[in-house]
């Protein structure tokens, strides 16, 4: 008890009361400087957002510019004015109004026009000689894929923008028309808000050297200011004042964020009295808690290490518990779970036997997981759809075939399927291929066994079709064609990939057989993770027994077989 008291006083009581002076005295300056870091990070990551949103609003060149009807609009391809406003209504305003109405930023969507037999329209289309010529200027340089950010009004915090970029005709090159998009000052005000510029704190830009572009900027003291043009920090705390600056690429502007030190802790001050009174009465408090602790349980914490001490494996003898009011305590319920640990120190063998077949499953379910690819069918529904609507039939059977592939897929119902779905879903996949490779790949399908009653896992087939068309039918120029039989004996079914492609060479052949035959835990160590023949292997092995197991035969230049071979005295269910 004495050991404990003096070593709570010594390593405790005083190290505690010396470190928190000395870190009372360090924390201010540590939190500043965090929260001036944090508030770094929020303002690059809301610049982040303001780069996608400025992406996101460029864009709408590229509807436009690809838009062949608005490019002979533009060219002057049509001789009447009736077919200019026929073009114009039937399929040039549908794309102003999806870009507004996909970027409700955009306030306005203007394009000057540069050739003079082009049909004026008031507010979409305008001839060049209304742009400003200082605008003009700034424009003139732009290259074919490259445009500008202008502000609207330089001398203002929140100004609207204005995007430039030149349309060109169908060969890219003759400039046709300069597309002007307006948006309004919301972005800018979104992206101040996602910097954090609320309450006391304020937002201003500077231009490249530094100076101010707004007159908000008075109420910092001279020497922020100073710091400001000659600092390339990206913040700074010039005493009581906060300062986080970056630089906006597309509008050649720095953004300053200011506020002061006193707004950011001034709570904490306040309660900093209080605050260190509570801690010294809470370490007195603790301190009496902790004698008066000590001196109830220690007696009998000393009389457990003792008797844990003298077990071992001829003495197995329990540690009486006397009864009283502690029986129940924590103390007591550590001596009752040490007992207890004592009694069923022989069924934990049996419990290893449990657990390791816990693990193969485990294990089973992992290689399941990491072959199940993860696709979005519901995308490829709407594709075939409109394919079936434009009666294209190829786009909507690849659709109908690629569909039925990812919604099995994604199916979570059950890491289990028969023989036979499997072989339609490689079909499928084989579909697929064949409307790619045309002629160059054929295939054909022999099951000579009950399929629909052989379970098996998902996703067992599909890997060995895949290496038999991407080494196979794509590693030559002449016909391929791939076969998948499954055939059945008294004691083993075999079911056979195989193609008539080049084949593997004899020394990578025998490099991939050895690599199957390896033990799991060793093989694991050496190939980096990934869905291929090493986990077709492993889960044959885990769902049909260790018998069960993959098998590579090849011959160069006569083709490659992959056999799955499955022992039927290792199934249930056959």
């Not at 201010?28 to 965090?34: D, G, H, K, P, R």
């Not at 201003?204 to 043009?229: C, R, V």
């Not at 079709?465 to 055939?487: D, F």
Request: hydrophobic residues 40%.
């Amino acid at each position: 008890m004495r050991k404990i008291v003096l070593g709570y006083v010594i390593m405790i009581f005083i190290p505690v009361l010396a470190f928190g002076y000395h870190y009372y005295t360090q924390i201010y300056v540590n939190l500043t400087q965090q929260f001036v870091e944090s508030r770094q990070k929020i303002l690059e990551q809301a610049y982040a957002n303001m780069k996608t949103d400025f992406a996101r609003i460029q864009s709408v060149h590229r509807v436009l510019q690809y838009n062949p009807y608005l490019t002979d609009y533009l060219d002057g391809v049509y001789e009447s004015d009736a077919d200019s406003v026929y073009a114009l209504t039937r399929y040039i305003l549908p794309l102003y109004t999806q870009s507004k109405f996909a970027n409700p930023e955009i306030e306005s969507i203007v394009i000057y026009k540069m050739k003079d037999r082009v049909l004026p329209i008031t507010n979409l289309f305008q001839d060049r000689s209304m742009l400003d010529p200082r605008t003009e200027e700034s424009v003139s340089s732009l290259k074919a894929g490259q445009g500008i950010w202008l502000r609207a009004d330089p001398e203002v915090s929140d100004p609207a923008l204005i995007y430039y970029q030149y349309i060109y005709n169908t060969q890219i090159t003759e400039r046709i028309g300069l597309l002007e998009i307006r948006v309004r000052n919301s972005l800018i005000r979104n992206f101040y808000a996602a910097a954090g510029v609320e309450a006391n704190w304020r937002a201003f830009l500077l231009s490249g050297q530094g100076n101010p572009l707004a007159n908000e900027t008075a109420g910092l003291d001279p020497k922020t200011l100073s710091l400001l043009q000659s600092e390339d920090r990206d913040f700074f705390i010039n005493r009581q004042t906060i300062v986080n600056q970056l630089k906006l690429e597309p509008l050649d502007v720095r953004v300053v964020v200011a506020g002061q030190v006193e707004d950011v802790f001034r709570s904490v001050k306040k309660k900093e009295v209080v605050l260190v009174a509570m801690i010294v009465l809470l370490l007195i408090t603790l301190s009496v808690a902790y004698y008066l602790l000590a001196s109830t349980i220690t007696k009998r914490i000393l009389r457990l290490a003792r008797h844990m001490r003298t077990l071992n494996d001829n003495n197995l003898r329990q540690l009486t518990l006397k009864s009283g009011k502690f029986e129940k305590d924590e103390i007591g319920f550590l001596i009752v779970t040490y007992n207890s640990m004592v009694r069923r120190m022989d069924e934990l063998i049996n419990n290893v036997h449990r657990a390791e077949l816990r693990n193969k499953e485990a294990e089973y379910q992992v290689l399941q997981a990491q072959i199940k690819p993860h696709f979005l069918y519901n995308t490829l529904e709407t594709i075939r759809m409109v394919a079936e609507t434009n009666n294209d039939k190829e786009v909507a059977d690849i659709s109908f075939w690629f569909g039925k592939l990812m919604r099995y897929s994604l199916s979570s119902a059950s890491e289990e399927t028969v023989l036979a779905k499997e072989i339609e879903m490689v079909s499928f996949y084989m579909n697929i291929h064949k409307m790619r490779l045309q002629s160059r790949l054929t295939y054909e399908i022999h099951v000579a066994l009950d399929a629909g009653r052989l379970v098996c896992p998902r996703f067992l087939l599909q890997p060995l079709i895949e290496n038999a068309i991407v080494h196979g039918a794509s590693a030559v120029l002449r016909p391929v064609h791939i076969r998948l039989q499954a055939t059945e004996t008294e004691s083993e079914i075999a079911i056979d990939v195989s193609d008539n492609g080049n084949g593997i060479p004899p020394e990578k052949l025998l490099e991939l057989r050895e690599r199957l035959s390896k033990h799991d835990e060793l093989r694991k160590a050496e190939e980096p993770a990934g869905v291929g023949l090493t986990n077709v292997n492993d889960r044959i092995k885990s769902f049909f027994g260790e018998k069960s197991r993959l098998e590579i035969i090849s011959e160069p230049g006569k083709g490659t077989c992959s056999r799955i071979i499955i022992v039927k005295r290792a199934v249930a269910d056959l």
